[in-house]
């Protein structure tokens, strides 16, 4: 089992840049695949970008391609998502996720463990 503390959110102007951190404990974390998922009010949860167990694959939604960056770091148990450009339309609440193995998929209910959220608000 792995327990998950999302962090990083906040209120950024559109355009500006906001670094999502997620802690894990528990279990060894490499031996997960990770995801970031998102959902804003009134709208289904969306996979947002996932990573492999030694970030060997990343896969991201066309929402982020090109302006958010996944990444991991096995020895500290945290992954990341750096996002850039940010848009109003960006505006949910950020989960993430683990589930055993190395594939990464896009279906939220393939995913064990679950963070809390963070919040993240981009006003135009």
């Known amino acids: 089992q792995v327990q998950l503390v999302e962090s990083g959110g906040g209120l950024v102007q559109a355009g500006g840049s906001l670094r999502l951190s997620c802690a894990a404990s528990?279990?060894?974390?490499?031996?997960?695949?990770m995801g970031w998922f998102r959902q804003a009010p009134g709208k289904e949860r969306e996979f947002v970008a996932g990573i492999n167990r030694y970030s060997l694959s990343v896969y991201y939604a066309d929402s982020g391609k090109g302006r958010f960056t996944i990444s991991r770091d096995n020895a500290k148990n945290t992954m990341y998502l750096q996002m850039n450009s940010l848009k109003p339309e960006d505006t949910a609440v950020y989960y993430c996720?683990?589930?055993?193995?190395?594939?990464?998929?896009?279906?939220?209910?393939?995913?064990?463990?679950w963070g809390q959220g963070t919040q993240v608000t981009v006003s135009s």
């Open positions: 528990g279990r060894t974390f490499s031996t997960y695949t």
């Open positions: 996720a683990a589930r055993p193995g190395i594939r990464i998929v896009a279906g939220w209910d393939e995913y064990d463990y």
